[in-house]
């Protein structure tokens, strides 16, 4: 934190009288910030630096302040003094503000901004409203020696705080602190953007599944073609270092004949599987061709001739062809990982897959949504009576429960509760299945869990490293626990593997920015996203938040207005209370976004 004077961004801190009385001493987690390179910032361009130091300080620095409870304690020129209760609360808040810094540089022309961070725990005296001793001059200090983009935390703080943030952090050593008497142990988070949540996957070891054609005589079999496409994907997602896209972005070709060499491109996958499948009574042939995306070459290509009864014998057979042609191609090794435990009845297995063919249906499609429940529920009832230990059902099972919580389609028992229920069978039934583990992360999540749920999603993702789904409900529970930038790349990652499930992942974008404060990317995400599904009315509740917030009432107050034209009876207050925020204040800043436009919620 510099202590020369520099031209203030903000206006002056306003004057205090001091007096004995006024004295107290108390213990406080400090932290210092101080933009990197701020007097070349400067020199090249005092404006534009003036005027990017006001934005992010308004839009972010005192929203994700606030939201963590933090107190502004002062403003010198570029750095800033923050005192808070907890140490907890002051290393997310940093660690949001890194984040959400970083974002804001990738979307920002030119150099972009950078902080380094120091947070101490110590005694601090206070006088009015400013606060002074070692405790500040430590965090001070720390702060000058953190790394740019990064943070600095004196051992004190990280002893209070070590195992309850969403970082961890290295230790650095015992450092010499200018005008700091004592060595102080410190440790060290090297910035955002240093680690993802997936790991790179080299060029060319992607590839997608089209949706297999349905060539059975009998019509109403595309459920069945589509559920042993689905579960190829599945199984080809467990293989480490090879990316698939999943099943909502490949399905989109359906009904089509692409040209292979188009689908590489829109997808960014280097092969691609394509086949068919025909049932006739008990017998199931299935063909499948893996193809070149480059060049649209034939890679391999294969027909099975089967009974029902060995239709998981062709799947199996299917991946491992798959897996030995790549490994050539793209792969160095690893052996196909074992897929979960399935069942040996073929009518559960064939009611399992029109239950989960529901899972697409019943959101967007038309019809009674109670009957189709019902149906969907009663399917999957019947596939558990037949097979007790076939967890899969149950996973699905839980979904749909979810589904209907969330919309409020039936106005049976409590269905978050059935939702918690089926999800811990199925992982108590078999803990290999990614599904069981995924649905128990989102009813937990609900539960408002978010330690469970965020445990739970792990578990899913490290079954099936390729689980766009689960990094989606990773984002929101980092957005809901208080903690929207690292929300962030978990969403990446999702709409990565998913592109064909963009419209539903820029609406967690959007809240995660909002949350966040980063309004401009929070306004533009929201857009985007209506751009997509124009009868979306919670993403235009959040809009017109986000445009309170930056002091647009009267366009806030019109997008209300689009909103009760869609759904008069949207409840923004009953519509925050079934969402799982962690904290009262965060739902008072989005509520705050409304009022600040006029608008009653």
Same mark, same amino acid.
């Given at each position: ?175 010499? !602190? ?94 691609? !599987? ?84 529901? !899972? ?242």
């Amino acid at each position: 934190m510099h202590s020369d004077p520099a031209p203030s961004a903000f206006p002056p801190h306003p004057g205090r009288v001091v007096t004995d009385a006024a004295v107290e001493r108390r213990l406080a987690a400090i932290m210092a910030t101080d933009v990197v390179g701020y007097s070349r910032l400067m020199g090249a361009d005092e404006a534009g630096t003036l005027s990017t130091l006001r934005r992010r300080h308004r839009a972010i620095v005192v929203p994700v302040v606030e939201a963590f409870r933090g107190r502004i304690v002062k403003l010198m020129g570029d750095g800033l003094l923050v005192e808070f209760a907890s140490a907890v609360d002051a290393v997310e808040c940093a660690l949001s503000m890194q984040r959400t810094f970083a974002t804001a540089n990738t979307e920002q022309t030119g150099a972009g901004m950078r902080l380094r961070i120091g947070i101490n725990l110590g005694d601090i005296i206070v006088e009015g409203s400013d606060i002074f001793g070692e405790g500040v001059n430590v965090a001070a200090r720390l702060e000058t020696a953190a790394p740019e983009g990064g943070i600095l935390l004196s051992d004190s703080i990280h002893a209070q705080a070590r195992g309850k943030v969403s970082e961890s952090f290295e230790d650095a050593g015992e450092m010499r !602190l200018r005008n700091i008497a004592d060595p102080v142990r410190t440790w060290r988070w090297a910035g955002a953007g240093a680690a993802s949540p997936i790991a790179d996957v080299a060029p060319g070891h992607s590839i997608a599944v089209l949706p297999f054609s349905n060539m059975s005589d009998t019509p109403g079999q595309d459920y069945f073609s589509d559920g042993i496409s689905e579960d190829i994907i599945t199984d080809l997602s467990k293989i480490p270092g090879l990316m698939v896209v999943a099943r909502n972005s490949s399905f989109a070709y359906k009904g089509q004949s692409p040209d292979i060499r188009t689908v590489g491109r829109e997808l960014g996958v280097a092969v691609v !599987l394509e086949g068919s499948v025909r049932r006739s009574g008990t017998r199931v042939r299935v063909n499948a061709q893996l193809i070149d995306a480059a060049t649209g070459g034939h890679l391999w290509a294969e027909r099975y001739d089967r009974d029902l009864t060995d239709i998981f014998e062709v799947q199996d057979e299917v991946t491992a062809q798959i897996v030995s042609v790549l490994k050539g191609k793209l792969l160095s090794g690893g052996a196909v990982a074992k897929g979960p435990q399935k069942t040996q009845s073929v009518e559960a297995y064939d009611l399992t897959l029109r239950g989960r063919a529901m !899972l697409l249906t019943l959101p967007h499609g038309a019809g009674d949504k109670t009957a189709l429940l019902a149906e969907g529920i009663a399917l999957l009832e019947r596939a558990v009576a037949l097979d007790p230990s076939y967890a899969l059902p149950h996973a699905v099972l839980s979904i749909l429960h979810m589904l209907d919580y969330q919309n409020a389609w039936s106005k049976g028992a409590d269905p978050l509760a059935r939702a918690l229920s089926e999800a811990e069978t199925a992982v108590a039934i078999d803990p290999g299945e990614p599904f069981g583990h995924f649905a128990k992360s989102v009813a937990c999540t609900f539960v408002k869990d978010l330690v469970a749920a965020r445990v739970a999603a792990e578990a899913a993702l490290a079954l099936n490293p390729n689980f766009a789904a689960a990094y989606g409900t990773m984002g929101n529970i980092e957005t809901y626990r208080g903690n929207p930038g690292g929300a962030l790349p978990y969403l990446e990652v999702a709409l990565r593997l998913d592109p064909g499930f963009r419209s539903q992942t820029l609406h967690f974008f959007g809240l995660a920015r909002l949350m966040a404060g980063d309004l401009e990317g929070a306004q533009a995400t929201l857009r985007e996203r209506l751009a997509l599904t124009p009868g979306s009315d919670i993403s235009r509740a959040y809009l017109a938040v986000t445009l309170g917030l930056a002091g647009a009432e009267e366009a806030a107050r019109a997008v209300w207005a689009e909103l009760m034209a869609i759904n008069p009876d949207y409840s923004f207050d009953a519509h925050m209370h079934r969402l799982p925020w962690q904290r009262p204040d965060q739902i008072a800043y989005l509520r705050g976004g409304l009022e600040m436009a006029g608008i009653r919620p």
